[in-house]
């Protein structure tokens, strides 16, 4: 893993003939170093064009590990490492996905995980805790250090009142 690599990204195989595709998105027996990946939640969510959600996370004894599937659609993804302790910390990682690419990210408790749907976009989220409203954190994803490569249509009320990424990284209140 090199320093940027505070994820893992999972390239899928297809398999495709007259019918369509079969693809494997992970292994939850295979997930982290051979541990099972005890799934304690699923979510599915629906984008549309233009938009933004992130850039999320659960903390305190709520943060959860997550894998993150693109179910269709094509998205720019951004992770963000807010452990503290990490030496990746407050690093940036962008991912485009487009809709020919299938691809997978095992996302660690204390990364914040936010994308811009380039397309009409269906996401699939797994995660090993229950989710917890009351530790909900996040950071403004028009934060000026997000590079869109376009000005987005909008993000929701609550994304909109998380602090900067710089006001967050400045704060005592890091994972």
């Known amino acids: ?6 994820i893992e990204i999972f390239e899928n195989k297809r398999h495709e003939d007259e019918r369509g595709y079969l693809s ?10 051979g541990n099972p990946f005890p799934v304690s939640e699923v979510f599915r ?5 233009g938009f933004v959600r992130g850039m999320h996370l659960q903390s305190g004894i ?15 993804t951004y992770f963000i490492d807010l452990r503290s ?9 962008r991912v485009e996905t487009p809709s020919d690419v299938s691809r997978t990210f095992l996302v660690p408790a204390g990364i914040a995980h936010g994308y811009l749907a380039i397309q009409d976009s269906e996401v699939l989220y797994l995660s090993d805790k229950p989710h917890d409203p009351t530790e909900d954190i996040g950071v403004n994803p028009l934060s000026e ?17 998380f602090p900067t990424l710089e006001t967050y990284l400045n704060s005592n209140n890091n994972l």
């Open 145 to 161: 250090e997000f590079n869109w490569p376009f000005a987005p249509k909008g993000i929701s009320k609550r994304d909109s009142e």
């Open 85 to 93: 302790e990490s030496t990746t910390f407050g690093k940036i990682l």
């Open 1 to 6: 893993m090199d320093v940027m690599s505070f």
């Open 24 to 33: 494997k998105f992970v292994s939850l027996s295979e997930t982290l170093l």
């Open 62 to 76: 709520s943060s959860n590990t997550r894998i993150i599937h693109l179910l269709s659609g094509h998205v720019l």
């Open 45 to 49: 969510s629906k984008t549309n064009v």
